[in-house]
């Protein structure tokens, strides 16, 4: 047994699994507020990447520059697709909006496929170490500043969703929209808000999936591969999404260990993730930390 990769992989797996756990929130965010599921959550990340890596290569941007301006026209795309888009259907059956948002997800691949092309591109090198040793480990560069902004976020959404006027108004809605509503709460700035949010967060993990695995199209099956973390920790729970995004990163690199050292089916890593999700969901229905819906009749 090769213990010091099995280290190396498992220290891996919990700093991806941050980062799994940052996109699951956005999932947990949009559904806590609307109840329903952005199936375009994927294509988010992947936009992000794009507009950073062209503001980099193409109007040759300094990197944190264009890092902060791409935050930007994320937040501005998740407002104007909730207005333009989401908003009509505010009032009309679930089914219907998550339909619209599997259509999203299409029109955006096709969208990005004309504007960006097919092909895979890298950003240029952008630290000046690329690899850091801590003690027994070597990390990359692009891993650790997953790692601090992955806890940075989850502060912030904390301390957000605690203290801030906006996070209690999202919190009053995510509850009950109605008596939100009653009480003041515009529900139509909490659903823009949750979005814009969501696009933002999206953006910065695809950035950092950007600059490990280089930019694609095919990045948007990250957001596929996260909804298990999502389901696992349960979908109405930030801190199941982060709970759920480490256990996944774990049980993906564990799974591409034991299926390099001793299995060789060659596809443990991608499909490990659905059969734990299963799993638990056979054990419970809810997620680890969701909650449990009741009803009586």
Do not use: E
């Given at each position: 047994m090769n213990t010091s990769l099995l280290l190396q992989l498992l220290a891996n797996g919990v700093i991806v699994g941050m980062l799994y756990g940052v996109v699951a929130m956005c999932f947990v965010l949009i559904y806590k507020s609307t109840q329903v599921v952005n199936f375009a959550q994927g294509e988010?990340?992947?936009l992000g990447a794009w507009v950073c890596l062209s503001l980099v290569t193409n109007m040759g941007l300094p990197f944190w520059l264009a890092f902060v301006f791409t935050m930007v026209f994320m937040m501005i795309f998740g407002i104007v697709i909730q207005m333009v888009v989401l908003r009509p259907l505010i009032g009309e059956p679930i089914i219907s909006i998550i339909m619209v948002t599997i259509g999203l997800s299409i029109f955006m691949q096709a969208g990005m496929n004309w504007i960006f092309g097919n092909n895979?591109?890298?950003?240029p090198k952008i630290f000046d170490t690329e690899v850091v040793s801590l003690g027994k480990f070597n990390v990359e560069m692009a891993y650790l500043l997953s790692l601090m902004l992955s806890m940075v976020i989850m502060l912030i959404f904390y301390l957000?969703?605690?203290?801030?006027?906006?996070?209690?108004a999202m919190r009053?809605?995510?509850s009950d929209q109605q008596a939100a509503q009653s009480l003041g709460v515009s529900v139509k700035q909490v659903f823009a808000m949750s979005w814009a949010i969501s696009a933002v967060v999206s953006g910065v993990a695809g950035i950092i999936i950007g600059i490990v695995n280089s930019v694609s199209n095919s990045l948007a099956f990250i957001g596929i591969k996260v909804f298990p973390a999502v389901i696992v920790g349960g979908l109405d729970s930030i801190i199941g999404a982060v709970v759920g995004g480490i256990l996944i990163g774990v049980l993906e690199n564990l799974a591409e260990y034991v299926d390099g050292q001793f299995l060789h089916i060659g596809n443990l890593y991608t499909v490990a993730p659905f059969y734990v999700l299963i799993i638990i969901l056979m054990i419970k229905p809810y997620g680890l930390f969701g909650t449990r819906d009741i009803e009586r009749i």
């Open positions: 988010f990340l992947v895979a591109a890298s950003f957000f969703f605690r203290y801030s006027r906006h996070g209690l009053a809605t995510a």
